[in-house]
T-cell receptor
């Protein structure tokens, strides 16, 4: 079973539209961490946010906001007033404590966001 | 995160050849992770290493693939006798030696392997 599900393979919007990227995760751990990364066309993954399982407070950073809901095992990412530069692949990741004694992130398949001018 | 250096950025190999991908972690980081990204798929964990020690290799194919992180020098992901299915982007990431390390990773730009 997939631990991190990003059901949206590709989303296409017009500039200035709001867009929400969905992420659903699966874990039996009580302590875990959730992340969002951005992969622009250049290829390098850029860290956006980390959330621990005990902090369900939503977070806003500029045009970006994240909605963490343990009850539905979701960690959704919203971009307000999208811009062309937001075009990228966005990955959601879950970090659980692995048998080797460390946290190793498991990534979803990514959502490709295309913002048209 | 620009501090994680991977080379080569692009590598072309013929079937049966060997591919060596190198990764130098960010300064001060002693943990290295390798992930593989296949077309239309997400990042798949391969191996997690500390200096001179493989911590978790649960994602490594059983044959032809190996990884090391020596005391001196970069981490190396080695693929022997490459096949077309090995064509992918291989990403290295690093994190600090920190008891609070929660899996936040700093990625390199990736090495794109093409097998002809």
């Amino acid at each position: 079973a997939q631990k991190v599900t990003q059901a949206q393979t590709e989303i296409s919007v017009v500039e200035k539209e709001d867009v929400t990227l969905d992420c659903v995760y699966e874990t039996r751990d009580t302590t875990y961490y959730l992340f969002w990364y951005k992969q622009p066309p250049s290829g390098e993954l850029v860290f956006l946010i980390r959330r621990n399982s005990f902090d369900e407070q939503n977070e806003i950073s500029g045009r970006y906001s994240w909605n963490f809901q343990k009850s539905t095992s979701s960690f959704n990412f919203t971009i307000t007033a999208s811009q062309v530069v937001d075009s990228a692949v966005y990955f959601c990741a879950l970090s659980e404590f692995a048998s080797g004694g460390s946290y190793i992130p498991t990534f979803g398949r990514g959502t490709s966001l295309i913002v048209h001018p | 995160n620009a501090g994680v250096m991977q080379n080569p950025r692009h590598l072309v190999r013929r079937r049966g050849q060997e591919a060596r991908l190198r990764c130098s972690p960010m300064k001060g980081h002693s943990h290295v992770y390798w992930y593989r990204q296949l077309p239309e798929e997400g990042l798949k964990f391969m191996v997690y290493l500390q200096k001179e020690n493989i911590i978790d290799e649960s994602g490594m194919p059983k044959e032809r693939f190996s990884a090391e992180f020596p005391k001196e020098g970069p981490s190396i992901l080695r693929i022997q006798q490459v096949v077309r299915g090995d064509s992918a982007a291989y990403f290295c990431a690093s994190s600090p030696l920190d008891e609070t390390n929660t899996g936040e990773l700093f990625f390199g730009e990736g090495s794109r392997l093409t097998v002809l």
